[in-house]
């Protein structure tokens, strides 16, 4: 059984979308891409180590449009992420099926992210891919989540968490933050969502 890891830049109301920059932005319309730029110009050896455990190199599951963003800037800009060309992206999409970009795997639905995660192998992580992150979270694929929270609101964009997620506790396993306030959280699933009702 593989694990599948959410892993995020995330804004305090929750938006997820194009943190790098408007190229990131294949909808437009959005006009806060860049949202994470001042924050990775602050030299800071905790966020370097922060950075260290989140580029670390494992499987990839992305979705459509985050691959596309990827397969056009990656493949170029090897150099800065280790391993990036060697490890296997997977694509969850119905619509693209080829791809230039050496060990790149196209699943068509769930059935098939359900059968990758129960097969032999190491974790697989997901980045961006915000309407992909959510259809994980309904069918209650998530096993650990991983958050690089900047302490912004943006009021608009794409959100990682939507209607019609499965309920699930999570256990928060490490934390670290930054000087200039980001804050990096390591959760790992604990079960199903337990309350309180007064009968």
Request: proline letters at 4%; hydrophobic letters at 40%.
């Amino acid at each position: 059984m593989r694990k599948i890891i959410v892993q995020e830049f995330i804004t305090l109301d929750g938006v997820i979308q194009a943190p790098g920059g408007p190229e990131e932005d294949l909808s437009g319309g959005f006009n806060y891409g860049g949202w994470v730029a001042p924050y990775f110009a602050h030299t800071d050896p905790v966020f370097d180590k922060i950075m260290q455990q989140w580029m670390r190199s494992t499987d990839i599951l992305l979705g459509k449009n985050t691959f596309k963003i990827w397969e056009h800037y990656w493949p170029k800009h090897a150099e800065m992420w280790t391993g990036i060309n060697e490890i296997t992206k997977y694509v969850l999409s119905n619509s693209i099926d080829h791809s230039n970009w050496q060990n790149t795997v196209f699943l068509k639905n769930v059935d098939e992210v359900k059968k990758l995660k129960a097969s032999e192998g190491g974790d697989i992580k997901v980045h961006g891919s915000a309407h992909m992150a959510q259809t994980l979270f309904q069918h209650d694929l998530v096993d650990e989540l991983c958050l690089m929270t900047f302490p912004i609101i943006l009021g608009a964009g794409k959100r990682l968490f939507a209607e019609g997620s499965a309920p699930a506790a999570f256990e928060l396993t490490d934390s670290l933050s930054t000087s200039n306030g980001v804050l990096y959280t390591y959760y790992k699933w604990a079960g199903k969502v337990t309350t309180a009702r007064a009968d």
